[in-house]
């Protein structure tokens, strides 16, 4: 059964920055594609960042320059370093998984292991 477990959220002033963290159990195959997902109140959860196959790496166009995501393999673990924060940043981050190829990291639709979020609020 796989399990995600995310953690790193919280209260940060406008330009701060945080780190997500998903601590990742259960896989029986290398064969997953893996990211970050947010939702926002009142909107639609949308792709943040991802890790796709054959090295194929997401990041949503609002986020380039300012998040990096990264992985431990050996501790199981995928990270979402978060700097220059805005407002809009606000949202429950989610860390989400599925099994196979020809997946597209991105696509919120065709992950079927989710966590349960990390809020982040960006305010001052």
């Known amino acids: 059964q796989v399990q995600l477990v995310e953690s790193g959220g919280g209260l940060v002033q406008p330009g701060g920055s945080l780190r997500l963290s998903c601590q990742a159990s259960?896989?029986?195959?290398?064969?997953?594609?893996i990211g970050w997902f947010r939702q926002a109140p009142g909107k639609e959860r949308e792709a943040v960042s991802c890790f796709g196959h054959d090295g194929y790496t997401f990041y949503r166009e609002s986020v380039k320059g300012r998040f990096t995501i990264s992985r431990d393999i050996a501790k199981k673990t995928l990270y979402l370093q978060m700097t220059s924060l805005k407002p809009e940043d606000t949202a429950v981050y989610y860390c989400?998984?599925?099994?196979?190829?020809?997946?597209?990291?991105?696509?919120?639709?065709?992950?079927?292991?989710w966590g349960k979020g990390t809020p982040v609020t960006v305010s001052s």
């Open positions: 259960g896989f029986s195959s290398d064969e997953y594609v």
């Open positions: 989400a998984s599925t099994l196979g190829l020809g997946v597209w990291c991105a696509n919120t639709y065709a992950m079927n292991y």
